[in-house]
């Protein structure tokens, strides 16, 4: 729950930091990311500990090496976020994204808000629905990336390819943090319903 | 080491498709994925089928869920390998990559292709020396990266914006591919050693 919300928070301040081209908080958001790591460590230590001194079977068992899953992805998605705060580092004090792509990657850091919320709930309430749900934010946030690349690609684009290359790896960033949200909340689906899970990367979205 | 080779071809017949545009080759990779992702599913399982029936402790344990985090970063390279086709195929019949990225571009495929035979030779050997090797190969891939972005910024790119974001994408896949090699490696370390295995992106390349 912890890591969940710290990449959540992550995000949410690589976006605003992004929009506003504030270096303080790109900074925050690098340097936190060691936290998430360190949680990281936190849970991979804990099962092993776990593993050792209870021998849990079946179900339990199960659960338990679960986590592990779960909190690969997290960690990446604290990875994803800090990529883009570097990303709005590097161009400082200019913006990192032109005013053609304000409004949607906007919308994908709403995207990745919400979704990493949901890997949250789901992690508390295991509600298999939840799950489902993430999924359809991944369509949303694949639409949102194709909208992006049909932007940098108009003929109309004006800032040349350096921006374009920045503002691809942007999309991205916030497409592999949904990927890795959908993957995280597919696992506690599995650890439910029992049902295989996707491992592989949801058919996501190729640029152009 | 089923997975290793097979992620192993991937990458280089990917490699390949894109510097000679060769579709059938592209489609043949992005077909083969489908076994790597079988091969991951039954790792899983036999992880967990393992765990149910030989309750393993200690360093067996520690070795079986490895197995499982091993498999997880071979997963992904070859959705890597995949995307590399993917690239050439959306640009097929015209070559993807223009005539000054090709050197680079071939480099990072050797290094690519070594990296994979690395973590095949680990797994069998679990040679922990193999494993730092990997280390010192990623940072040759840093190195043909930021070479890569080098040329793509160059004020002399005359292929656009579009062939510099596919070109991007493309330097990302392969660094991306490294990473998860090292990372595949150095759980075949942590395992020997005890030490403590990185599990963060190392510190790679940002572009630009």
Known sequence: MSMAEAVRTAMAHATEALLTADREICERVITRDA?????HRRV???VYDTLARQSPVATDL???ITGIQIAADLERMGDLAEHVAKTALRRYPAPAVPAELREVITS???VADRMA???GLVLTTQDATLGAELETDDDVMDDLQRRLFSILLHKDWRYGAEAAIDCALLGRFYERYADHAVNAGQQVVYLVTGETAETTEPPGVEPA
């Open 117 to 119: 919320g949901k890997v």
């Open 35 to 39: 936290e998430v790591d360190d949680l």
């Open 108 to 110: 994908m850091g709403s």
């Open 44 to 46: 991979e230590e804990r």
């Open 62 to 64: 199960r659960l338990v």
